[in-house]
């Protein structure tokens, strides 16, 4: 059994920031991509950045410059470092990870329950 448990949303003004963490445990064997993803209310989840085991990272136009992923492999953990964060940022962000575990050595994708991000004034 695997579990990914965010936290760090909040509610927070434009230009502020935020920290997203994201922890996987589990009878974990290793994790390929985590990432992050957010659903803004009517709309399509979106990717919003990856990073792989190795540290290559891909992000979305729409966070580019503003948002950091990184992961802490020891610690199943990763993490998104949000700034100068405006309204349309606001949403529901889902932490996603590949996963292969010790009783099903292929890889499969595993999701957190989401956590709030509000940009408001």
């Known amino acids: 059994q695997v579990q990914l448990v965010e936290s760090g949303g909040d509610l927070v003004q434009p230009g502020g920031s935020l920290r997203l963490s994201c922890a996987a445990s589990?009878?974990?064997?290793?994790?390929?991509?985590m990432g992050w993803y957010r659903q803004a209310p009517g709309k399509q989840r979106e990717l919003v950045a990856q990073?792989?085991?190795?540290?290559?990272?891909h992000y979305a136009d729409s966070v580019k410059g503003r948002f950091t992923i990184s992961r802490d492999n020891a610690k199943n953990t990763v993490y998104l470092q949000m700034n100068s964060l405006k309204p349309e940022d606001t949403a529901v962000y889902y932490c996603?990870?590949?996963?292969?575990?010790?009783?099903?050595?292929?890889?499969?994708?595993?999701w957190g329950q989401g956590t709030q991000v509000t940009v408001s004034s």
């Open positions: 589990g009878s974990i064997f290793s994790i390929n991509v």
């Open positions: 996603h990870a590949q996963i292969m575990t010790y009783s099903i050595r292929t890889m499969r994708g595993y």
């Open positions: 990073i792989i085991s190795g540290g290559n990272t």
